[in-house]
């Protein structure tokens, strides 16, 4: 079948072993690649009910049939397991270069299982897989792991994934990065693979995709970047990266902030995307098949940190410090990124958990120096988490088992045990579905919806008919994560073009009823998973704060609005009204 090299590589690092296996034509049809093999390889080989730092727990590592072709906004990759933080279905994707060191090795998917009894690092290649003694690595940072192993490896451009003392030490919301600055950040991937004690996984090769028009495809991305290089899309990213959404947000009232209790901060001009203009001199950044350039190369120019240099920071991390805990300082909202980078944290759960922690030591159930508005507290308190000292040690098990300890399950705001991004779902009641309904918890990602809603595609307090479009944003998402491509992408990229892509790539004639098809067996797949591991009706909902307390405007969502909205997403799924699937 074209678009793939049908094969996929068990690493077994129990007794550093390897197999190779061939996918047939007949799975790959029917699950593509990316989140469909992914998630139907996790399926296939773990136990169910393993716990996930378990040795039998796999971590999958899947490419799409778009990897390493001409396509803008293809270089990317995903990660597949089970959380360590919501014990469900894990799903997380980076971008960079790495994705096409992997491919080059040869492999659709790399299935990693095992644990080892001592620090490893592997390299994987088209020549072979090689398991190298880490303990000199061990308890280096994310940046100086990388450093190291680029001058390690002879290989040209080798696509190096690593992890910090936060995935060494197991803690659950740890993540894996490659390329300086890309992050597999949600769900704990950096934890599995602290588990099997790998500090490292390396590729490189030499080996080409076969498409099935290859000099197709090279016309289609130079008539794609003709069209769209000067876009207002392209511009909009370009200029002001996602930190741009910071004002959008914030003029809309659903920027969380102060651990959810409002909607907006008035510190924003120190913390939008003008503020990075002004003080941190970005330079667009983009990953190796992208012409949007999203990301911002950016170095501190005056204070205490002047001269850090740091590929962001994101809107979501914005979010997550400027909102949540009212860090009204965008340098010091910089420092804090690095600091979670280097540590290996993601900076969504950081920012929930520092800001959670300050409102149990307000209720005074713990007993720690932080407030809003501290950063050094707040830095003081991750490292805590991740060496696991005091309460840092019960905030690594993530929000979930903290809140129960310290009896404020009603304080507490996640889905199934992971937080929510920077889309309060009392503004957005579209993000208040996506929240509850997403396989990995509560995620933005998955469909991106708060763009219609913002956009003015649907009103925002809709209810009525607003799950049919969120299906269709779903549907085209997940098929994104199939190919698989950037969803920044989504407005050059309407369901045609993604035909178009799976025919230059894969040789498949798909029509928009064929892609939809495609998109519904794998949301069923990953819902069939967190089916089989415990997850019922219950669990997609949202948490009580944000269904009892309204915004400071008044605006809010009640339980028969979310009720109307899943009711309606789970009649177009096909699925029962238990949320169970009709097979």
């Given at each position: 079948?074209?678009?793939?090299?049908?094969?996929?590589?068990?690493?077994?690092?129990?007794?550093?072993?390897?197999?190779?296996?061939?996918?047939?034509?007949?799975?790959?049809?029917?699950?593509?690649?990316?989140?469909?093999?992914?998630?139907?390889?996790?399926?296939?080989?773990?136990?169910?009910?393993?716990?996930?730092?378990?040795?039998?727990?796999?971590?999958?590592?899947?490419?799409?049939?778009?990897?390493?072709?001409?396509?803008?906004?293809?270089?990317?990759?995903?990660?597949?397991?089970?959380?360590?933080?919501?014990?469900?279905?894990?799903?997380?994707?980076?971008?960079?270069?790495?994705?096409?060191?992997?491919?080059?090795?040869?492999?659709?998917?790399?299935?990693?299982?095992?644990?080892?009894?001592?620090?490893?690092?592997?390299?994987?290649?088209?020549?072979?897989?090689?398991?190298?003694?880490?303990?000199?690595?061990?308890?280096?940072?994310?940046?100086?792991?990388?450093?190291?192993?680029?001058?390690?490896?002879?290989?040209?451009?080798?696509?190096?994934?690593?992890?910090?003392?936060?995935?060494?030490?197991?803690?659950?919301?740890?993540?894996?990065?490659?390329?300086?600055?890309?992050?597999?950040?949600?769900?704990?991937?950096?934890?599995?693979?602290?588990?099997?004690?790998?500090?490292?996984?390396?590729?490189?090769?030499?080996?080409?995709?076969?498409?099935?028009?290859?000099?197709?495809?090279?016309?289609?991305?130079?008539?794609?970047?003709?069209?769209?290089?000067?876009?207002?899309?392209?511009?909009?990213?370009?200029?002001?990266?996602?930190?741009?959404?910071?004002?959008?947000?914030?003029?809309?009232?659903?920027?969380?902030?102060?651990?959810?209790?409002?909607?907006?901060?008035?510190?924003?001009?120190?913390?939008?995307?003008?503020?990075?203009?002004?003080?941190?001199?970005?330079?667009?950044?983009?990953?190796?098949?992208?012409?949007?350039?999203?990301?911002?190369?950016?170095?501190?120019?005056?204070?205490?940190?002047?001269?850090?240099?740091?590929?962001?920071?994101?809107?979501?991390?914005?979010?997550?410090?400027?909102?949540?805990?009212?860090?009204?300082?965008?340098?010091?909202?910089?420092?804090?990124?690095?600091?979670?980078?280097?540590?290996?944290?993601?900076?969504?759960?950081?920012?929930?958990?520092?800001?959670?922690?300050?409102?149990?030591?307000?209720?005074?159930?713990?007993?720690?120096?932080?407030?809003?508005?501290?950063?050094?507290?707040?830095?003081?308190?991750?490292?805590?988490?991740?060496?696991?000292?005091?309460?840092?040690?019960?905030?690594?098990?993530?929000?979930?088992?903290?809140?129960?300890?310290?009896?404020?399950?009603?304080?507490?705001?996640?889905?199934?045990?992971?937080?929510?991004?920077?889309?309060?779902?009392?503004?957005?009641?579209?993000?208040?579905?996506?929240?509850?309904?997403?396989?990995?918890?509560?995620?933005?990602?998955?469909?991106?919806?708060?763009?219609?809603?913002?956009?003015?595609?649907?009103?925002?307090?809709?209810?009525?008919?607003?799950?049919?479009?969120?299906?269709?944003?779903?549907?085209?998402?997940?098929?994104?994560?199939?190919?698989?491509?950037?969803?920044?992408?989504?407005?050059?990229?309407?369901?045609?073009?993604?035909?178009?892509?799976?025919?230059?790539?894969?040789?498949?004639?798909?029509?928009?009823?064929?892609?939809?098809?495609?998109?519904?067996?794998?949301?069923?797949?990953?819902?069939?998973?967190?089916?089989?591991?415990?997850?019922?009706?219950?669990?997609?909902?949202?948490?009580?704060?944000?269904?009892?307390?309204?915004?400071?405007?008044?605006?809010?969502?009640?339980?028969?609005?979310l009720k109307r909205l899943i009711d309606d997403y789970y009649r177009l799924r096909g699925w029962l009204d238990t949320g169970q699937l009709q097979d």
């Amino acid at each position: 079948m074209h678009g793939y090299f049908q094969q996929a590589l068990t690493v077994d690092v129990s007794n550093q072993s390897c197999e190779t296996e061939m996918l047939s034509d007949a799975l790959l049809s029917a699950c593509m690649g990316g989140k469909g093999l992914g998630t139907q390889l996790l399926l296939d080989r773990n136990p169910v009910g393993v716990d996930p730092f378990s040795p039998d727990n796999h971590l999958i590592l899947a490419l799409g049939p778009a990897t390493d072709s001409p396509i803008h906004g293809s270089c990317r990759h995903g990660m597949f397991a089970k959380s360590p933080l919501t014990g469900l279905y894990s799903e997380s994707y980076a971008g960079g270069s790495a994705a096409i060191a992997m491919s080059r090795a040869g492999f659709d998917a790399f299935l990693i299982k095992g644990a080892s009894d001592h620090p490893l690092w592997l390299e994987i290649s088209d020549q072979g897989v090689f398991f190298h003694e880490a303990d000199d690595l061990w308890g280096l940072d994310t940046f100086e792991t990388e450093a190291v192993l680029c001058k390690r490896v002879a290989a040209k451009s080798p696509g190096i994934l690593v992890i910090g003392p936060a995935g060494e030490n197991c803690v659950r919301f740890a993540i894996v990065k490659n390329d300086g600055w890309r992050v597999c950040g949600r769900t704990g991937m950096g934890a599995v693979l602290g588990s099997k004690k790998i500090k490292a996984v390396v590729f490189h090769g030499s080996r080409k995709r076969p498409f099935a028009d290859a000099q197709g495809l090279k016309a289609y991305a130079k008539e794609k970047l003709a069209l769209y290089k000067d876009h207002a899309v392209t511009q909009a990213y370009r200029n002001n990266g996602t930190p741009m959404m910071v004002d959008i947000l914030n003029k809309a009232g659903g920027f969380p902030s102060r651990y959810w209790s409002q909607g907006s901060v008035e510190q924003v001009e120190n913390i939008n995307a003008q503020s990075i203009k002004d003080r941190c001199q970005p330079k667009p950044k983009a990953c190796r098949t992208c012409f949007l350039a999203c990301g911002k190369s950016v170095q501190v120019q005056q204070g205490r940190h002047q001269g850090l240099k740091l590929e962001g920071p994101e809107y979501e991390t914005i979010y997550a410090f400027g909102g949540l805990c009212m860090i009204d300082q965008i340098e010091e909202i910089v420092y804090l990124n690095d600091l979670c980078d280097r540590l290996g944290l993601d900076t969504m759960s950081a920012g929930n958990l520092a800001a959670f922690a300050i409102e149990a030591r307000r209720r005074g159930k713990i007993d720690l120096e932080i407030d809003y508005n501290q950063p050094d507290q707040i830095a003081d308190l991750l490292k805590k988490i991740v060496l696991r000292q005091g309460v840092g040690g019960l905030l690594a098990e993530g929000i979930r088992p903290a809140s129960e300890e310290l009896g404020l399950e009603d304080l507490a705001v996640h889905v199934k045990g992971l937080e929510p991004s920077g889309y309060d779902p009392r503004a957005l009641k579209g993000m208040g579905l996506a929240y509850a309904v997403a396989d990995r918890g509560a995620c933005h990602l998955r469909t991106t919806f708060y763009k219609p809603e913002l956009a003015g595609l649907i009103d925002p307090d809709q209810i009525e008919d607003k799950a049919a479009m969120f299906v269709d944003f779903e549907d085209r998402c997940t098929l994104f994560d199939t190919l698989i491509v950037c969803r920044f992408y989504r407005d050059l990229y309407p369901w045609e073009e993604i035909g178009k892509m799976m025919a230059l790539t894969t040789g498949e004639d798909m029509q928009k009823s064929d892609l939809q098809a495609l998109a519904a067996r794998v949301t069923d797949s990953a819902r069939r998973f967190n089916l089989r591991e415990g997850m019922r009706r219950i669990d997609d909902w949202l948490p009580k704060r944000l269904l009892n307390e309204a915004l400071p405007d008044g605006r809010r969502i009640t339980e028969s609005d979310l009720k109307r909205l899943i009711d309606d997403y789970y009649r177009l799924r096909g699925w029962l009204d238990t949320g169970q699937l009709q097979d």
